[in-house]
């Protein structure tokens, strides 16, 4: 099993910067690949970024030149700096972890983007 908490979420300006964390705990030595997903309301969740037990990354053309996921392994953590935020960022930001070809979700942080 992994558990995955997530934070750093909260209401921001557009054009500002937000980092989100997402610490996992459990059989972490057995994640190969950590993402961010988001769900805006009336929408699919949808993928951000993500991440392999490598360092290869992946990114959402609409993440592209704006977020950066990277991971500490040490602390087991994942992190997801979002910079150049626009309003249509605004959504529920969830941590998604694969471990034994399994999907293990966090609980989600609301991330708003508004003036």
């Known amino acids: 099993q992994v558990q995955l908490v997530e934070s750093g979420g909260g209401l921001v300006q557009p054009g500002k910067s937000l980092r989100l964390s997402c610490a996992a705990s459990?059989?972490?030595?057995?994640?190969?690949?950590m993402g961010w997903y988001r769900q805006a309301p009336g929408k699919q969740r949808e993928l951000v970024a993500a991440i392999t037990s490598g360092g290869s990354t992946n990114y959402a053309g609409s993440a592209k030149g704006r977020f950066t996921i990277s991971r500490d392994n040490a602390k087991n953590t994942v992190y997801l700096q979002m910079n150049s935020l626009k309003p249509e960022d605004t959504a529920v930001y969830y941590c998604k972890a694969v471990a034994e070809r399994k999907d293990y979700w966090g609980q989600g942080t609301q991330v708003t983007v508004s003036s």
């Open positions: 459990g059989i972490t030595f057995k994640i190969n690949r």
